[in-house]
Each structure stands twice: as C-alpha cells, then as structure tokens.
T-cell receptor, first 114, second 113 residues
Framework: QKEVEQNSGPLSVPEGAIASLNCTYS??????FFWYRQYSGKSPELIMS????GDKEDGRFTAQLNKASQYVSLLIRDSQPSDSATYLC??????????????FGKGTKLSVIP | SAVISQKPSRDICQRGTSLTIQCQVD?????MFWYRQQPGQSLTLIAT?????????ESGFVIDKFPISRPNLTFSTLTVSNMSPEDSSIYLC??????????FGEGSRLTVL
C-alpha cells in the first residue's frame, strides 16, 4: 500500500513569514512529486512539480525533494493571507505497461494570519 | 497546462434519479480519472476512464453505480446512478498530460435531496 503522509494542521503562520509544509512517502520507486493548492469549495490547483533531488523555486514557492529520506517539502516565502488554503502533496509511480498511479496525501491546512 | 471543461458545475437532484457529468479537455491527454471529494474530506479516486473500453474502478466503486464512458482521448462522462443523499459530493474530472502532471477540472457539486 503506497502511502503519502502529511500533517493535517492547521498550520498557522503570520503574514510575511515562511510557511513550511512537509510530506513523506512510502514507495521508494516514486518518480514524480507534486504540490497542489486547494481553496475551500474549489478544485485542487497544481502549483509545483519536482522530479529530482534538490530545490526547485518558482516565485515565492520552493519545493525540496530528498529521495533518500523519502521526503518532499514546500516552502512559501513572504506568506500572504491569500495563501490560506489546503495544500496537497501527491506522488506518482509508473509500474509497467504505462500504468500510472498517483497517490495524494490528505492535505495540510495553512492559515496565514494578517 | 490544459483547459478542462466540466459540466454541470453544480446540480440539485432528487433521490433515485441519475446525473451525467461531462468532461472535455482542449488537448490530448494520456489518462483521465474521476475523483470524488466529500465535504471536508480528502480526494477519493473513483476510476480510471479508459478510451474505448470499460473503466477501471477502485475498491468500493462499481460500474452499475458509476458508469463511465470515454469515447475518445479528450472526452469522458461519469454517471451517478440511483442517487441517494450519501452521493452528495464534489465530483472531479482529472487528466494527465504527457509531462506526467495531473490537472483537475473545476468540479461538479452534486446535492441529493
């Protein structure tokens, strides 16, 4: 059973601070890693993809991947109240004959306090 | 990314009726999935929509209750049959691009009375 674990939160940070969201996964064969943002009542929106060890930056967002530790994180710099949402970690594995399996964590609820 | 059109965006239905949700993508995709998300809960995969063949259902979901069609690469439908209040949920179409990234449609919010 492939698992993706996230702290459910809520994680509260003051406006302007760095929010750090963490995710661990069980399948060492996982190949692609994604972060989604979901506002209440809306569908999830893909905000970051990362495929290799290290950091990937996009604006105020940085994704960090450590395959040896089976750990992926999302940092949000200069957090804004508009960042308040649930953040979903997702991990994929391809398993023969083009089979694609995407496993989602249950999400971390982030609240940015003005 | 891809533009995913899902309709209806919301509906209120009577118990015992059926509703078909449509999903149209503006580009070719490798895979299409249907998810359900009940209020305050995480995403649950219903099935993989296979082009030209029967969908692959996850544990707990059956074809009689959730028939799915995918006649071509860019279009799929999900029917919620013989609805009960327990079926009230958001139903999400999702697609995988050649990059391996998965995108969601806007969702269809279903309320069953």
């Amino acid at each position: 059973q492939k698992e993706v674990e996230q702290n459910s939160g809520p994680l509260s940070v003051p406006e302007g601070a760095i929010a750090s969201l963490n995710c661990t996964y069980s399948d060492r064969g996982s190949q692609s890693f994604f972060w989604y943002r979901q506002y209440s009542g809306k569908s999830p929106e893909l905000i970051m993809s990362i495929y290799s060890n290290g950091d990937k930056e996009d604006g105020r967002f940085t994704a960090q991947l450590n395959k040896a530790s089976q750990y992926v994180s999302l940092l949000i710099r200069d957090s804004q109240p508009s960042d308040s949402a649930t953040y979903l970690c997702a991990v994929t594995a391809y398993s023969g004959a083009g089979s694609y399996q995407l496993t989602f964590g249950k999400g971390t609820k982030l609240s940015v306090i003005p | 990314s891809a533009v995913i059109s899902q309709k209806p965006s919301r509906d209120i239905c009577q118990r015992g009726t059926s509703l078909t949700i449509q999903c149209q993508v503006d580009s070719q995709v490798t895979m299409m999935f249907w998810y359900r998300q009940q209020p305050g809960q995480s995403l649950t995969l219903i099935a993989t929509a296979n082009q030209g063949s029967e969908a692959t259902y996850e544990s707990g979901f059956v074809i009689d209750k959730f028939p799915i069609s995918r006649p071509n690469l860019t279009f799929s439908t999900l029917t919620v049959s013989n609805m009960s209040p327990e079926d009230s949920s958001i139903y999400l179409c999702s697609v995988v691009l050649i990059t391996g990234e998965l995108f969601f449609g806007e969702g269809s919010r279903l309320t069953v009375l």
